[in-house]
């Protein structure tokens, strides 16, 4: 009987042993977590900015942008091309058939969430970095309202809806330089409103898209002046575009969006060949930070704005 005890003990000796060294291991792993890519990351979005416009578009800030770092211009949206439903796949790394926002002005899902994340949302990219990195601080500045149901607003430090683009952008950037969040979404109303008022593809539209190219001027000249340039990459894409006085249809030009990255390691990368669809941003934001990305989530990160020649 000892002699058995003796045996089971050694056995219990040997399971603990082991349990010690998987727990070891676990630490570990946890104690070598990667690094983000960059400290800051911005995610700027310009409302009904298509990527048709491009080829006309007085935009040198933007283009600085492209040529200094990669992009693409043909980027899609999800289906149907509409605002809340496009900024929510955005940020939470799905489609609509998931997280459940089908429409322009979707303020609940109308098609229930296939999970939800601690604040009864579906898990946005604010929930992912705030389960992972719980001391960083983030925020969103957007100047329409639509935008502030499509967030956990008890996760961030900045909750800002503008009255206009530049009081928004400011925000933006009085919140990046004073609290050096992770990462912070600004978004810009325009040029919807004069694609919805006059029309895509006229001379006010390009107007409101200098007006776009210059807020993000003001962005990149702040982060360079408070030297966070370097520490920074900033995501530029658009909801949707858009076609006569509307979007919501099945055309190219409401369909295909911007999607340019410049910042931290992204030097002249030049034209990016692959697949991109909104939902990627998300999944893209989450691989600059390390982080792991929920289950659900269908989004891709676009690794190619590293990985180029
Ligand atoms: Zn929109």
């Known amino acids: ?13 040997g399971v603990s042993i082991l349990l010690n060294l998987s727990c070891a291991n676990t630490e570990k792993l946890i ?3 990667k690094e983000p890519l960059a400290k800051h990351i911005i995610l700027v979005g310009a409302d009904g900015l298509g990527a048709y416009a491009f080829d ?4 040198p800030n933007i283009r600085k942008m492209m040529e200094g770092g990669a992009y693409s211009l043909s980027a899609r949206a999800v289906l149907p091309s509409s605002s809340a439903v496009n900024w929510a796949s955005m940020i939470m790394g799905s489609g609509p058939e998931l997280h459940g926002f089908t429409e322009w002005g979707s ?8 999970v939800l994340g601690e604040s009864g949302l579906y898990p946005t990219i604010f929930s992912v970095i705030d389960q992972q990195m719980p001391e960083a601080k983030m925020g969103v500045s957007y100047s329409w309202s639509g935008i502030g149901y499509l967030f956990e607003k008890d996760l961030v430090d900045l909750n800002s809806n503008g ?4 009081e928004t952008m400011q925000m933006g950037i009085d919140f990046i330089i004073k609290e050096k969040p992770a990462f912070t ?4 109303d325009e040029p919807d409103h004069t694609g919805h008022a006059i029309g895509h593809d006229t001379p006010q539209y390009y107007s409101a898209v200098a007006r776009v190219d210059k807020l993000v001027g003001n962005l990149i000249e702040a982060l360079e002046k408070e030297h966070l340039m370097q520490e920074s990459i900033i995501i530029f894409t658009a909801d949707h575009g858009g076609i006569n006085t509307g979007h919501g249809g099945k055309t190219l030009a409401e369909t295909q969006i ?5 910042g931290k390691g992204i030097l002249n990368k030049g034209e990016l060949k692959n697949t991109i669809v909104t939902y990627d941003t998300a999944a893209t934001i989450a691989y600059l930070l390390s982080l792991k990305v929920p289950e659900s989530w269908r989004g891709k990160p676009v690794t190619e704005i590293l990985n180029l020649n």
Do not use: D
């Open 258 to 262: 911007p999607w340019i990255v410049y």
């Open 56 to 59: 006309k578009a007085e935009m």
């Open 31 to 33: 104690g070598n977590k």
């Open 163 to 166: 009255e206009t683009e530049e």
């Open 107 to 114: 303020k609940t899902p109308e098609l229930p969430s296939a």
């Open 185 to 188: 979404f600004i978004h810009l």
């Open 1 to 13: 009987m000892i002699n058995r005890s003796r045996i089971v003990l050694a056995i219990l000796g």
